[in-house]
């Protein structure tokens, strides 16, 4: 398969069908210069990207009003998409902005009720199509 | 499904059996106090995670001896299995190292030839399975 492959890079409008489509993506901080990465369910909304998180987690810790990058890809044996979103991110605490971001319908994988709403606001989204 | 799902730490050995298992991970990187990540294909052996990337490319010039986070995962209907390895990525150089890299058989997703080495040194493997 060599040199058959190609990059293509996607528009805004194919990145969001891509991350609208995904169920789980993948948080990067960098808090202290320290890299750490989490698997989150997340869905998305309005132009932002919302994830449920735990009270007290390590994640909420470091997310909380800081720059995060978040990545949600797809493979198949054919053709590899990966979005990256770049932004900041905040908790959720508004009646308002709780009410909207349940009402995208995020599912998350351990449902006991005890969650924390987080929002990516965007400050760059790219992503790539790889074919071979 | 609410109160029924339940959380399991992984052994060390079962966080290598999820890494040996998984195509491809995601590679965050902190430098400057900038969060960025990246899929990549990779591959592990004798304790090391490996991965090959691009001359030249954003990825390279990131990770070269800095701490880098890890993660690979595995998402069905019923459980979630995620592993994240923390430590420290060289670009392999000597050709030792580069004949133990290739011999692990990574097949990269675009494969022209022109591949870097990447290998990270953990300082820490852990992993969580959730069931439902």
Redesign the interface.
Same mark, same amino acid.
């Given at each position: 398969? +060599? *040199?058959q492959?190609t $990059?293509t890079t996607l528009t805004t409008e194919e990145c969001w069908e891509v991350l609208a489509d995904r169920?789980?993506g @993948?948080l =990067? +901080? =960098?808090a *202290?210069? %320290?890299?750490? $990465? !989490?698997?989150v369910s997340f869905g998305v909304a309005d132009g932002h990207v919302y994830f449920v998180t735990k009270p007290g987690s390590k994640l909420v810790e470091l997310v909380v009003n800081s @720059? /995060? =990058? !978040?990545?949600a %890809?797809e493979?198949t044996e054919q053709a =590899?998409v990966?979005v990256?979103v770049?932004g900041t991110a905040e908790m959720l605490e508004t009646d308002a902005d709780l009410a909207q971001a349940e009402a995208i319908g995020i599912i998350p994988? /351990?449902? %006991? *009720?005890k969650n924390v709403w987080v929002r990516i606001t965007p400050s760059e989204v790219t992503g790539r199509r790889?074919t @071979?």
């Amino acid at each position: 398969m +060599t *040199g058959q492959a190609t $990059i293509t890079t996607l528009t805004t409008e194919e990145c969001w069908e891509v991350l609208a489509d995904r169920p789980v993506g @993948r948080l =990067a +901080t =960098a808090a *202290g210069g %320290d890299p750490e $990465i !989490f698997p989150v369910s997340f869905g998305v909304a309005d132009g932002h990207v919302y994830f449920v998180t735990k009270p007290g987690s390590k994640l909420v810790e470091l997310v909380v009003n800081s @720059r /995060v =990058a !978040f990545e949600a %890809d797809e493979w198949t044996e054919q053709a =590899a998409v990966s979005v990256v979103v770049k932004g900041t991110a905040e908790m959720l605490e508004t009646d308002a902005d709780l009410a909207q971001a349940e009402a995208i319908g995020i599912i998350p994988f /351990v449902d %006991d *009720g005890k969650n924390v709403w987080v929002r990516i606001t965007p400050s760059e989204v790219t992503g790539r199509r790889l074919t @071979r």
